[in-house]
């Protein structure tokens, strides 16, 4: 089946500006996450979403960042006002949160965002 | 809270030689570990976890032992190949405090001469 899917690929926007970034995750899978990659450095976690519900928005840096999941599928991570810091690939990962312990997260390709 | 150290890169070996990368963690509770592996090119894979002390995750020739008394999980391979360039990660998700999202090291860069 399909893996999980982000789009756009790549977006260049300017300094100021909102920006939408969409995830798709594995069909049936009811955990959602929100991961940003700086050049160099590990992902680091924004939000998890179990159902349509944010479980966890622990990792988002500011109030400029806000994601949603209205149906508990698609996922968009919104960011106003963009600043140049905000440059990074954003990452989405999917996982079955059984309640057995399978905790396996599958990552999306990554949207690079970069703010001029 | 939760971290994780792991050596820096990149690594440079050449074909078959011996692979280790080392990586050390922090945690509040009892958590699972993770190596993430990134191709060239592609998205972040699973390559094995441990989700409990002295556990082995292997795959594709790695391995790695969850070592409680270290906090260590290090990756190793016997003999590594020009395919396995790529950037390794190691990561902790913390299910005892509720925390199931990944933590991850900054990563270490393989590089695999032929």
């Known amino acids: 089946g399909a893996g999980v899917s982000q789009t756009p690929s790549n977006k260049v926007t300017e300094k100021g500006k909102y920006v939408e970034l969409r995830c798709d995750p594995i069909s049936g899978h009811t955990a959602l996450y929100w991961y940003r990659q700086s050049l160099g450095q590990g992902p680091e976690f924004l939000i998890y979403f179990q159902g349509t519900g944010a479980a966890d928005d622990s990792g988002l840096p500011n109030d400029r960042f806000f994601a949603v999941r209205p149906e508990g599928s698609v996922s968009t991570l919104k960011i106003q006002r963009t600043e140049r810091g905000d440059s990074a690939v954003y990452l989405c990962?999917?996982?079955?949160?059984?309640?057995?312990?399978?905790?396996?997260?599958?990552f999306g390709p990554g949207t690079r965002l970069t703010v001029l | 809270g939760n971290s994780v150290t792991q050596m820096e890169g990149p690594v440079t070996l050449s074909e078959e030689a011996f692979l280790t990368i080392n990586c050390t963690y922090t945690a509040t509770g009892y958590p699972s570990l993770f190596w993430y592996v990134q191709y060239p090119g592609e998205g972040l894979q699973l390559l094995l976890k441990a989700t409990k002390a002295d556990d082995k995750g292997s795959n594709k020739g790695f391995e790695a032992t969850y070592r409680k008394e270290t906090t260590s999980f290090h990756l190793e391979k016997g003999s590594v190949q020009v395919s396995d360039s790529a950037v390794y990660f190691c990561a902790l998700s913390d299910m005892d405090t509720g925390r199931r999202a990944l933590t991850f090291g900054s990563g270490t860069r393989l590089q695999v001469q032929p």
């Open positions: 990962a999917s996982s079955l949160n059984s309640g057995t312990g399978n905790n396996e997260q599958f």
